[in-house]
């Protein structure tokens, strides 16, 4: 556990003693859920508008377009993993550090982080701008759209150090409690990226016209601006000192990070490779694939307004569960687990039914092809009724990220993804001709066993005493 040998909670190490922020541990548990879960549900809130935004600028270009975006936001996601998984090994870390009042390793695990997140990006911006052209073949694009994914993939590819900062520093800031930092950030990441959205594609006022391409320089330049605003964050309040101190690599540090974030790597790895694949298997549809690809980038953008109160409780259980470890109580960690997903899986089934019923209404707030239309609404009632599964699985999965537990999480998504969800998907898809409606099938499938199998690792309990140092 964090407070073992070497943990000095009164020592000077680059944290001023605050309560700012503070932790969540000594609250009620519906109090420290819900103290974390609001914030969390705005940025949830601000994600789906840039990401409806994005979709519904691009379908008033073309369903090339549309279908582009979705397909090279799978291969952006890839480039951002290591990001991603930096940022779920500082949760684990940082969390526990605050419910054992241990602010020296805090601010190691901080500064190292950073450092390692930003090492990282260097080298993958170089892999993005260099390769660009053989990664998008290899991914199988297909013709048409091939030219507008490669733009977008050479853009997002100058942004990966800022979107980099930004994951891992919104991670440090919910580690600590202090939820209202990124709320803030994402919030002007939101506003600067819609209004950049239609300013540039369009060429309102000053700006110029740029076509498709301005969908990827507002993502970029939103990034940028709000990995600022971040950084000014770390020159104020308990972290005012942490910027003054050494900043140089410390091998051990970055080490435990990496043995933490790795398997969240791996599971994103295989998660969006998967999701690339399973992209693959729709452009395999003849003269349906771009029907398919453009209904499947449109059903997810929607779905996430399903996913946000999910999500947002993902966070928060991973918080809760690593700062009440860090405080030796297991036993409040627990229930605070089966609560947050008992919840996330009410909210999400009430949601269901009604996206269920109104589904031509929700699809057609991004369709404008009748036949996209169509495939669409399919989409979206087939998959309603994963959703309290998927609640099940993000809440748990989240918990077991704040407790260290990754393998766990990384083996059950990785065998539902990759036994389950892709063979079944060409099986119905390809072989059985069922086309589109097939792989929305074996998507459900595959969600009702990711969230059963997420239920029983957490059940089994190792988490509880699991040594992350």
């Not at 947002?312 to 627990?334: C, E, F, K, Y």
Request: net charge positive; glycine share 8%.
């Amino acid at each position: 556990m964090v407070h073992e040998e070497g943990m000095h909670p009164h020592k000077d190490n680059g944290l001023a003693k605050t309560r700012e922020g503070s932790l969540v541990t000594g609250t009620g548990i519906w109090s420290a859920m819900w103290r974390l879960s609001w914030p969390m549900l705005l940025i949830m809130v601000f994600n789906f508008l840039v990401g409806f935004t994005d979709i519904y600028v691009a379908g008033l270009i073309s369903p090339d377009v549309q279908a582009a975006i979705g397909y090279v936001s799978q291969l952006f996601f890839l480039l951002i993993i290591v990001g991603n998984a930096i940022s779920i090994g500082t949760v684990a870390l940082v969390s526990r550090s605050f419910g054992a009042l241990a602010f020296d390793k805090a601010a190691e695990y901080v500064q190292q982080s950073l450092i390692f997140g930003l090492a990282i990006a260097v080298v993958l911006t170089a892999v993005g701008l260099f390769l660009h052209e053989p990664i998008i073949r290899v991914a199988g694009f297909p013709p048409q759209i091939r030219a507008i994914a490669d733009t977008f993939l050479v853009i997002f590819s100058f942004a990966l150090g800022p979107n980099y900062l930004l994951i891992i520093s919104n991670a440090i800031f919910r580690a600590s409690g202090e939820v209202k930092k990124p709320l803030l950030t994402m919030a002007v990441f939101c506003g600067v990226n819609i209004i950049l959205d239609f300013s540039l594609v369009f060429g309102l006022g000053p700006f110029p016209v740029l076509g498709y391409a301005g969908i990827a320089y507002a993502t970029a330049i939103a990034a940028t601006l709000s990995m600022a605003v971040n950084l000014l964050f770390f020159t104020s309040g308990r972290w005012r000192n942490l910027l003054k101190g050494r900043w140089v690599p410390n091998r051990t540090t970055i080490a435990l990070i990496a043995r933490l974030g790795w398997p969240a790597g791996l599971l994103q790895i295989a998660w969006n490779a998967g999701s690339i694949l399973l992209y693959h298997i729709l452009a395999r549809l003849g003269s349906q694939s771009i029907v398919a690809l453009a209904s499947i980038t449109n059903g997810l953008r929607i779905e996430a307004i399903i996913f946000m109160p999910a999500f947002a409780m993902n966070m928060a259980a991973s918080v809760l569960v690593g700062q009440n470890l860090g405080a030796n109580d297991p036993g409040r960690a627990t229930r605070i687990g089966w609560k947050i997903a008992l919840t996330a899986m009410t909210i999400l089934s009430l949601v269901s039914c009604i996206v269920f019923v109104f589904a031509d209404f929700f699809a057609s707030l991004l369709a404008r092809d009748a036949p996209v239309l169509a495939e669409t609404a399919r989409y979206l009632r087939v998959n309603m009724f994963s959703e309290p599964f998927m609640a099940l699985s993000l809440v748990l999965g989240g918990a077991l990220q704040g407790a260290g537990d990754t393998r766990g999480n990384m083996w059950v998504i990785i065998f539902c993804m990759w036994i389950i969800r892709l063979p079944l998907a060409y099986a119905l898809a390809i072989l059985l001709g069922l086309g589109a409606p097939g792989v929305w099938v074996a998507m459900v499938v595959s969600m009702v066993f990711q969230g059963l199998l997420m239920a029983f690792r957490f059940h089994q309990g190792r988490w509880k005493t699991m040594k992350i140092e």
